[in-house]
DNA sequence: GGTAGACCTGGACGC
DNA sequence: GCGTCCAGGTCTACC
């Protein structure tokens, strides 16, 4: 039997714009049908995995949410958490303003939420198979992460699969990410880093609640997030706006392709990113979200808006020649 | 502290 | 269709 469910939304939230404003949204388990205008994903649960399903019926109105399953009572309340967090219904409404204020190009259509995972987790092995590759590779690696490694639950014609937890990914043989799910030399960090998010705090392992703490300080966070396996300064400061702080750009070749291109900027790779980080400084704690919408914008001028987007094709919209064509 | 090269996969390109 | 080159961020060794 399925479960029907209502969240709340704040009064400016509108799914298809929220949802599709940062690229996690096209990779596994994540799924936005441009013309229901529905999003769905495989979420792990206490009592197992389960396909749900978010509509909202009009702009700023409730989400509805569709389970594929009953749900426990306790459930409901994880799926709440996880929903909130991904689709950031608890971001802070001043800080949205504040934001807009210092960007107005962005506060007519609202943009200011940026989509991410349900989980701390998910975040940081989604951010270590975006590195070092190509934007097709990542869709690649994800889907068969979670192909491989996911729970599954049955639906009409087949089967959708979850993200992996922790604990399982931390029991999984290097050598099985790298056949299987194609992560290449990732393999080992990817365990490693599930170890950590498994272990308990006084045994070396990861604190999330201390870094998904708003009051935790910037520079420490990210000097705990750059110690970890696999992730380096871009990572770094990916994971950083993933968890809602936007003063630091993870700055990479596309940072890059986009000051040389839409800012006219000019010199060496290293001389543009400095200058693109001079550029965003003075937006302060925006930063990151002034320079995303900016790229995000270019993207959907020649691509359509994202929500026109549809998972399976945009894998070469996104390759270095197509970005560079005129 | 700064730099060079290896890591691995898949897209682009030439034949 | 096949082979080769190259892009991509992190890590390690070395200066």
């Keep these: 039997m399925a479960t029907r469910m209502k969240l709340k939304t704040p009064g400016d939230y509108l799914l298809r714009r929220d949802v599709c404003s940062y690229g996690y949204f096209l990779l596994a388990p994540n799924h936005w049908d441009p013309r229901s205008g529905v999003f769905s994903r495989v979420c792990t649960l206490g009592d197992g995995p389960a396909l749900v399903e978010v509509a909202q019926e009009k702009a700023g109105g409730e989400l509805a949410v569709k389970v594929g399953r009953a749900l426990l009572k306790e459930e ?99 050598a099985t990410l790298r056949a299987r799910c194609r992560v ?50 871009y990572a770094a400061a990916n994971i950083l706006q993933l968890l809602g702080r936007y003063h630091r750009l993870p700055c990479d070749t596309e940072s890059v392709r986009h000051g040389k291109a839409v800012l006219g900027m000019t010199g060496s790779s290293a001389q543009i990113m400095k200058k693109i980080h001079e550029h965003f400084a003075p937006m302060g704690r925006h930063a990151f979200r002034s320079y995303w919408f900016e790229l995000w914008e270019f993207y959907e001028k020649k691509h359509g808006p994202s929500w026109t987007w549809e998972r399976d094709s945009t894998g070469k919209m996104f390759t270095a020649a197509e970005l560079n064509k005129k």
């Design 184 to 233: 290449g030399y990732r393999d080992a960090r990817i365990v490693e880093l599930a170890k950590l998010f498994t272990l308990p705090k006084s045994r070396g392992g990861i604190d999330v609640g201390w870094m998904e703490d708003p009051a935790t300080p910037d520079e420490p966070l990210y000097e705990a997030l750059i110690d970890l396996p696999g992730i380096g300064p």
């Design 76 to 174: 409901k309340k994880e799926l709440t958490v996880q929903l909130t967090r991904m689709l950031r219904l608890d971001e802070d409404a001043s800080t949205l303003r504040e934001f807009h204020a210092s960007d107005p190009r962005f506060a007519g259509i609202g943009r200011g939420r940026l989509f991410r995972s349900p989980t701390l987790f998910e975040d940081v092995i989604k951010t270590v198979t975006s590195c070092n590759v190509t934007w097709p590779n990542t869709v690649n690696m994800n889907r068969r992460i979670c192909e491989v490694l996911g729970d599954a639950v049955e639906v009409k014609g087949g089967k959708r699969h979850g993200f992996p937890s922790a604990t399982k990914l931390a029991r999984t043989r290097p």
